[in-house]
């Protein structure tokens, strides 16, 4: 993947997690953190551990990232560290991406992160 194709990527996924109540980016080399307060909701992965894989990594409720990857393995994989306490990443280097599944899976996650008065705030919008 073209580093234009990447950043193009990373993009729209700031687009996505800055328009969450107080959402904010904390760039890591070529990965991004995206972050409601000081708890991290979204990972976007660059290559994650010399994987060679572009991907948004989330918090799921419990079981659903294991189904995900056991179902979709082509697209879904528990990423290294923060797969087994939860995490699920979503390919963005595996054929088009459906950006409305990534917002759905980013708001998921930002629901189960971050504190309960910004999670009241986007269920009024």
Same mark, same amino acid.
């Given at each position: 993947?073209?580093?234009?194709?990447?950043?193009?990527?990373?993009?729209?996924?700031?687009?996505?997690c800055?328009?969450?109540?107080?959402?904010?980016?904390?760039?890591?080399?070529?990965?991004?953190?995206?972050?409601? =307060?000081? #708890?991290?909701?979204?990972?976007f992965?660059? *290559?994650?551990?010399?994987? /060679?894989?572009?991907? @948004? !990594?989330?918090?799921?409720?419990?079981?659903?990232?294991t189904?995900?990857?056991?179902?979709?393995?082509?697209?879904?994989?528990?990423?290294?560290?923060? =797969?087994? #306490?939860?995490?699920?990443?979503?390919?963005? *280097?595996?054929?088009?991406? /459906?950006?409305?599944? @990534? !917002?759905?899976?980013?708001?998921?996650?930002?629901?189960?992160?971050?504190?309960?008065?910004l999670?009241?705030?986007?269920?009024?919008?």
């Amino acid at each position: 993947m073209r580093p234009s194709e990447i950043d193009s990527r990373l993009s729209r996924l700031t687009k996505i997690c800055l328009a969450l109540p107080e959402g904010a980016r904390r760039d890591m080399g070529g990965h991004a953190a995206f972050l409601a =307060g000081k #708890r991290t909701f979204a990972y976007f992965l660059n *290559d994650h551990h010399g994987d /060679d894989i572009v991907s @948004v !990594a989330c918090k799921a409720l419990p079981g659903d990232n294991t189904a995900l990857g056991a179902a979709q393995p082509a697209r879904f994989y528990l990423p290294s560290y923060i =797969g087994p #306490r939860g995490w699920v990443a979503l390919r963005l *280097d595996a054929g088009k991406v /459906d950006w409305g599944e @990534v !917002a759905e899976l980013v708001q998921g996650s930002y629901s189960l992160i971050a504190p309960k008065r910004l999670v009241m705030l986007v269920k009024k919008v």
